[in-house]
Every structure is written in C-alpha cells, then in structure tokens.
C-alpha cells in the first residue's frame, strides 16, 4: 500500500487502482459488508483484521459476493484469496510477460534470511568448503586469485 492515507475508492489497493473493471470496487464493497469499514475509508484506519483479509484473503471465511457487469449480475459465496495471493497466482500463470512485468510493479524480492538468497536447505548450507557453503563458493569468480593462492602467469 503505497499510501496508507489514501482510501480504497481512490487508490489504497494500488495493483487495482488502475483498472476500470466493477470485479475490484464489487470485491471490495464484498469485504467491507463482512469486515465492517467503507470504501471512504482510509486504509490506515481500516482493522487490522480487514486490512489481512484484503492482502492475505479470508483464509477460508465465505464472502458473500455480488458482481454485475452492466450484462449480467450473480451472487456467490466463497472464501476470498486476497490480494497478494492473487497477484502471485497470475503472475505465475500468465504466458504474457507485459503482465508479468505490470505485476512485477508490486513485487520485490528479499533474500530467505535462512539461507541468504541461496534457495539451499540447512542440511546443504552446512557442508563447508574452506569454510564457505557451496553457496558461497559458487559465487566466487575463477579468474579472481583468493587469499593464499597463485595466480596464473598469463592473467
């Protein structure tokens, strides 16, 4: 949220701000009967429970929905999946990489702090060559000399 001044109508769910589809504003209007706040709201007076369902979804709570797109209207009820769940969701489904890149907008990427961005588990993270995990080795150039070593005469 990029602004947390900022009330849902006008922006607050910023990966939904720019679209002209009733799905997003008809979502929200959903969460605000069951959570209890509205859409004039400012997202840093929204609970802290309205705020998760939003970014994280009802976790399995039914929403009571009500969708109409000027041709047709239905009701259904069913859990919500969230904002981010949904973001991540599309952007590992969709073939279109303008998609993927207008998704991307909204994502950032933080290295495990268990493993330090290697995406190795513990049991391999222990293994130490020269005291480095094969993480660390593997990140280590060929051509630059390491304390203790020599360098090749040509280079």
């Known amino acids: 949220m990029p602004d947390d001044h900022a009330d849902l109508r006008d922006g607050a769910v910023a990966p939904w701000s720019r679209s002209s589809s009733p799905y997003y504003v008809q979502t929200l209007e959903a969460l605000a009967r069951a959570y209890n706040f509205r859409l ?61 890149e207008e998704i991307e907008r909204y994502m950032s990427w933080h290295p495990c702090p268990a493993c330090g961005g290697h995406r190795l588990k513990p049991e391999t993270l222990a293994v130490k060559i020269g005291g480095l995990h094969i993480g660390e080795v593997a990140e280590m150039s060929i051509r630059a000399p390491t304390s203790g070593s020599r360098t090749c005469p040509t280079g």
């Open 40 to 100: 004039a709201d400012r997202w840093r007076d929204l609970s802290e429970a309205a705020r998760d369902a939003i970014l994280n979804g009802t976790r399995g709570k039914d929403i009571a929905f009500t969708y109409d797109d000027g041709l047709r209207s239905y009701k259904t009820s069913k859990p919500f999946e969230g904002v981010v769940p949904n973001l991540e969701r599309r952007w590992k489904e969709t073939e279109s990489e303008w998609s993927r």
